[in-house]
């Protein structure tokens, strides 16, 4: 029997009528500016209800559309934000189902990472995790088939997240998508240089100058800058707004960017 594991933040983060779900995705990719990419290896994607950070990750999503139909694999990290524990975690479990259906996970993939100790299979960090279940839809509207490497960051370091990456870079055929949002419940100015100051950072490929202030992401998103330095990737910043600029008050807001690596 294939095990499956149920959505936790549909109805709260996202629509969980499916009709009402890719209609509000496909909308807000109507409206993200197109591909300005050929080639895009890495995406850093927020989290966030849709509401608030929906646009930002649609501009982000927007650049796969060359590319949709090499991408086979999507490897997500994202950061624990329920259940601590130590190392990187990924669920018993053989689909992650969403209003749109089930999305497979790569078992091939996690096999490959079978002897690196900071890996485990830990279910209960899923549970009620929505890092990285709201990427799924976004992937289901745009990707015509691929299967997911869904894995947590819990207490860790950039170097053993970039370890993981490098196992299962891969070629065209893989993306690594990284999910963060930015700064927290700062005023509205003051988000704004912080974030322009963590953007800064992100394009030097700059993981010394980042911590979680910064981005609740910060140690994938660093494990990322780590691979991507190493590798001489390149970074263009695709978006960068805040819950001010989308649907919420100005006092207390969360920031957002969508950052390429190609």
Request: net charge negative; charged share 20%.
């Amino acid at each position: 029997m294939i095990s499956d594991r149920q959505p936790a933040v549909a109805g709260l983060f996202y629509p969980a009528d499916p009709n009402t779900l890719r209609l509000q995705v496909q909308s807000m990719m109507d409206t993200a500016a197109p591909a300005s990419l050929a080639e895009v290896k890495a995406l850093v994607v927020p989290h966030a209800g849709y509401q608030y950070s929906g646009p930002i990750a649609a501009s982000a999503y927007a650049q796969l559309a060359p590319l949709a139909a090499r991408i086979r694999r999507v490897v997500l990290f994202g950061p624990a934000h329920r259940v601590y524990f130590r190392g990187i975690a990924y669920p018993d479990a053989e689909r992650l189902l969403t209003p749109l259906g089930p999305v497979a996970l790569d078992g091939d993939a996690l096999d490959a990472l079978a002897d690196l100790p900071q890996v485990h299979r830990m279910d209960r960090a899923f549970s009620g995790e929505h890092c990285l279940e709201v990427q799924l839809p976004f992937l289901q509207a745009v990707l015509p088939d691929f299967r997911v490497v869904p894995l947590l960051v819990g207490d860790s370091s950039p170097e053993a997240v970039a370890e993981v990456m490098e196992r299962l870079w891969g070629g065209s055929e893989t993306l690594i998508l990284v999910s963060s949002d930015l700064s927290h419940y700062l005023d509205y100015e003051t988000a704004r240089r912080t974030d322009l100051r963590t953007t800064r950072a992100i394009e030097r490929l700059d993981p010394e100058a980042l911590d979680h202030h910064a981005a609740c992401g910060c140690t994938p998103l660093c494990g990322l800058l780590l691979q991507a330095r190493r590798l001489g990737l390149e970074e263009r910043t695709l978006d960068l707004r805040n819950s001010g600029d989308t649907a919420g008050p100005r006092d207390q807001v969360v920031g957002y960017g969508a950052y390429a690596f190609y």
